[in-house]
């Protein structure tokens, strides 16, 4: 299984950046999408997922200016990010989770939000 993540880069606070997330290979049962974020300096922490079934789960810091969605057809996730903040600069990760419980990752984009 590959994820190819893309969409990031430099945006002023107050700007909005769109992530997409393609998944790929031998998938046979998708259970849930999601993405995580490093900061520099800082441990890997949960952004936003989303279950086959469409229910959603934000971290606290991202609720009310993130909207993450999927299309099950095309095994893609997205990360609609708004009201940027500098805070939220970080490299972003793709997440995928089976049924069976294997988890992979995808390569990671920047995301750099300047004041």
């Known amino acids: 299984v590959q994820l190819q993540a893309s969409g990031g880069g430099l945006v002023q606070a107050g700007g909005s950046l769109r992530l997409s997330c393609v998944a790929s290979?031998?998938?046979?049962?998708?259970?849930?999408m999601g993405w995580y974020r490093r900061a520099p300096g800082k441990q890997r922490e949960l952004v936003a997922v989303?279950?086959?079934?469409?229910?959603?789960n934000y971290a606290d810091s991202v609720k009310g200016r993130f909207t993450i969605s999927r299309d099950n057809a095309k095994n893609t996730v997205f990360l609609e990010m708004n009201s940027l903040k500098p805070e939220d600069t970080a490299v972003y990760y793709c997440?995928?989770?089976?049924?069976?419980?294997?988890?992979?990752w995808g390569q990671g984009t920047q995301v750099t939000v300047s004041s």
């Open positions: 997440n995928l989770l089976t049924l069976s419980g294997n988890r992979y």
């Open positions: 290979g031998s998938i046979f049962s998708i259970n849930a």
């Open positions: 989303i279950a086959r079934g469409g229910s959603t």
